[in-house]
């Protein structure tokens, strides 16, 4: 009798908190979308930051993936690391740095 498999992560949605960078990754998958997004949250610990959503979608795309973080340099770190990821086959991203826009 050993220990149960650990619980896959859970599709998580966008987040309300606001951090100094976020990114916003479309990916584009080569195997079942679903298992590519329990690979990146592996990758990425599951963490929050710099994993703060992840969703499978119905488009040009296979899943919308949210890193946030409060160092730009790192966060462009985690999202470069998304395509050593077993089963992703592009990604394409969009940075912000919410409250820094002038009103």
Known sequence: MGAPPPKPPEPKGPTRKLYDYIAVCQIF???P???V???IAESLGDNDPPLTGASTVIGGFHLLVELGGDD???LNGYVAGLSDVPGVERVEAGFAAPGTASS
Do not use: G, I, N
């Open 29 to 31: 998958a080569s195997q």
């Open 33 to 35: 979308p679903v298992q």
């Open 72 to 74: 730009r340099e790192a």
């Open 37 to 39: 997004m329990e690979s």
